[in-house]
Every structure is written in structure tokens, then in C-alpha cells.
């Protein structure tokens, strides 16, 4: 019945929407949960409504390095391990047809918090998953990722590279034992 029965878990976004979500459900099957989010208030009432012995809340801007870092040996510190990394904070942006209508700013926006805030989670993830070997990490993407004209130029370009960086991973950690 508990099938994440002693895992913990760290999502990133995890303070609203399908990050709130999976938080309630991780923890229903057992799993301790850390939300690492901006939205503060959001992300403290989700932990007080999963209960404080399974869900704690730490700030968390993922296009700062130092800040996941941070969330990861947080999260290590405080359970010992790290079993789950939830890549899950993403935005959009105007949705503008043309992209010669599209701001530069809101282009590398929508990058850093969705390729920049995933590459960082998976990569402090990793130095604490590759040396146990063990660990599983998922990263939200979208149908985006697949098929252009649904969301935004910014929006399809990081759903893109998110897929990318996913069949990078499972590639390299497929081969661990040629790095």
C-alpha cells in the first residue's frame, strides 16, 4: 500500500499545481517530501496540509545554483538521502504568435527556469545518487516537446531541451561504469 515507503523525495515547484499534487500523493504512499519552491506561504500550507513529520518546505530559486545545492544538502542532511529528484518548476510566457514579436528577456526567461532549473536539479542530484547507485530522477516536460505550435516559442524550445537532457541522462547513467 505504501509504495514509496522510506524514500524521500525532493520536488522542485512543488508548491503549487502538479508539484502540490505530487507532493500529496508521494507522501500518501510514504515517502518523505521536501518542496523546494519559491512561493513560500504557498509551499509552507502544503507541508502543514501533508502534516510536518512528512513534508518540510525550503526556499528555493531553481536557476540559482547555490540555492539547489542548498535544497539537496538540505534535504541529505536532514534524512540522510536523497531517493527522488522531481524536476518540476517550469513557466510560460506570452504566448505570441510571431516570433519576431517575442522579448529576448522573456525568451531566456522561460530557459533559465526551465532547461537552467532542470540541468542544476539533475546535476546535484547526481552527486548524491551516483555514489550510492541509486535513485531516480524525473523531470516534468510536455507534449511541447514533441510537437511545436501548442505553447510558446520559449516554452517548445525548453520542453525540447528537457527531453534532450533526460535521454542524456539515462544514456550516461546506463554507462556509469565508462565515466
Avoid at 115 to 142: D, E, Q
Wanted: some cysteine; aromatic content about 6%.
Amino acid at each position: 500500500m505504501y509504495r514509496l515507503e522510506g524514500k524521500v523525495a525532493l520536488i522542485t515547484g512543488g508548491a503549487s499545481g502538479i508539484g502540490k499534487c505530487t507532493a500529496k500523493v508521494f507522501a500518501q504512499h510514504g515517502a518523505k517530501v521536501v518542496i523546494a519552491d519559491i512561493q513560500d506561504d504557498l509551499g509552507h500550507r502544503v507541508c502543514e496540509d501533508i502534516g510536518p513529520s512528512n513534508c518540510s518546505y525550503v526556499h528555493c530559486n531553481v536557476t540559482d545554483e547555490d540555492q539547489i545545492k542548498n535544497a539537496v544538502d538540505k534535504v541529505v542532511a536532514t534524512h540522510g538521502k536523497l531517493d527522488i529528484m522531481f524536476n518540476n518548476a517550469g513557466i510560460v510566457d506570452p504566448n505570441k504568435t510571431r516570433i519576431m514579436d517575442n522579448d529576448k528577456s522573456d525568451f531566456e526567461r522561460v530557459l533559465s527556469v526551465n532547461v537552467t532549473g532542470v540541468f542544476l536539479g539533475i546535476k546535484h542530484a547526481a552527486r548524491v545518487m551516483v555514489p550510492s547507485r541509486s535513485g531516480s530522477i524525473i523531470s516534468t516536460s510536455s507534449v511541447s516537446s514533441l510537437i511545436g505550435a501548442v505553447a510558446s516559442h520559449a516554452y517548445c524550445a525548453s520542453k525540447h531541451a528537457v527531453l534532450g537532457l533526460t535521454r542524456m541522462l539515462q544514456w550516461s547513467w546506463g554507462n556509469l561504469g565508462s565515466e
